[in-house]
């Protein structure tokens, strides 16, 4: 158990939040919107007819081509051997600018040999993170390098992966592990759905970063469950955008 409990401190948990790249389909570059109509014919729903460009507000944000990244909220552990406790650190990045939220965050993971976790995460943070710093013309981290990787050297780990167990058409939501294992929600102020609301019509960036650290903690603490860590280890928690 030492052992793994060192060792977690290697791991990084993180959760992105992700918006619509500009407040509406109008203020898209001509050939973005474009490109925008196309996939709009492939994911409006059938036989539900609606004005071209209309999905954009409420789609948008899922495709890293016509997204951004706003908050990218991170978690690490640290195992304190003396008083036998976890002191669990966290911090989000969010910048006015992408570009500033986004080589804030690489540096971090420049600091050292990173395994990254998150929910979905191979399917969505991780993907959607490598494209957007690409887009934004910044070198990408050698965590998110996976071309040219054999599986075992890809330092990515997964809560919905690890929970499926090898069944591949199931899908578990972040909120539903935590009922589960009877681990508090994250799912207070906002959540998924309301997060393009909130950022454009409302400028409430503040409550954001507040939801998607909430969500990396959840998913720490899911992490900690599939390893039969004990409830009622001391975890200690430091949100350092409180304290600098």
């Known amino acids: ?45 059938k036989n539900e007819p609606s004005e071209p460009g209309s999905l954009f507000f409420e789609k948008a944000g899922i495709y890293a081509e016509f ?84 599986p075992w050297e890809v330092r990515h780990q997964d809560t919905l992966e690890l929970w499926k167990f090898g069944d591949y058409k199931h899908y578990t939501r972040l909120e539903l592990l935590a009922s589960v294992f009877g681990i508090p929600t994250s799912k207070e102020g906002i959540d998924g759905s309301q997060v393009n609301d909130t950022y454009y019509n409302k400028g409430d960036l503040k409550n954001i970063q507040l939801y998607c650290i909430r969500d990396v903690w959840v998913t720490a603490q899911i992490y900690l469950a599939f390893q039969g860590i004990p409830p009622e280890m001391e975890i200690e928690v430091i949100n350092t955008d409180d304290v600098g």
């Open 67 to 150: 997204g951004k990244v706003i908050c990218v909220g991170v978690g690490y552990f640290k195992f304190q051997k003396e008083e036998n406790k976890l002191v669990y650190r966290t911090k989000s990045f969010a910048e006015v600018e992408e570009y500033d939220t986004l080589l804030s965050f690489s540096e971090l993971l420049q600091k050292k040999k990173w395994v990254l976790c998150a929910h979905n995460g191979k399917e969505f943070d991780f993907p959607y993170l490598s494209r957007r710093i690409l887009i934004n013309r910044i070198p990408l981290p050698e965590p998110l390098q996976i071309a040219g990787k054999k």
């Open 1 to 45: 158990m030492t052992d793994f409990l060192n060792e977690l401190s290697n791991i990084l948990f993180l959760d992105i939040e992700t918006a619509s790249l500009e407040v509406n389909f109008e203020a898209l570059e001509p050939r973005l919107q474009e490109e925008w109509l196309k996939k709009e014919k492939h994911i409006q729903p």
